[in-house]
């Protein structure tokens, strides 16, 4: 079992940067992949980037793709998420999850925080 809570979320302008993070607790958090994901109103949540259990491999939405990075850090039980030049379409609740495999779909993950709001004024 994994718990997983995130933060860092706020509002920021348009070019401006955050740092998300996602504090997992329990002692396995170094056996999962981790994923960030965000959701806007009205649609669907999307895959935004995830990263293998040890770091060793990152993969990225294609819209994010240069502006924003994955990294974690297994002895504090954290995964980061840096967004950088950021853009109003990036507005969304900003989730974080645990799975077995590094995927990019939503129904490969077992365990996701509560989620944290994102705001990118213009």
């Known amino acids: 079992q994994v718990q997983l809570v995130e933060s860092g979320g706020g509002l920021v302008q348009a070019g401006g940067s955050l740092r998300l993070s996602c504090a997992a607790s329990?002692?396995?958090?170094?056996?999962?992949?981790m994923g960030w994901f965000r959701q806007a109103p009205g649609k669907e949540r999307e895959f935004v980037a995830g990263?293998?259990?040890?770091?060793?491999?990152?993969v990225y939405a294609d819209s994010v793709k240069g502006r924003f990075t994955i990294s974690r850090d297994n002895a504090k039980n954290t995964v980061y998420l840096q967004m950088n030049t950021l853009k109003p379409e990036d507005t969304a609740v900003y989730y974080c999850a645990a799975g077995v495999l590094l995927r990019t779909t939503k129904e490969r993950y077992d365990y996701w925080g509560q989620g944290t709001q994102v705001t990118v004024s213009s």
């Open positions: 329990g002692r396995t958090f170094s056996s999962y992949c």
């Open positions: 990263i293998s259990w040890k770091g060793g491999s990152t």
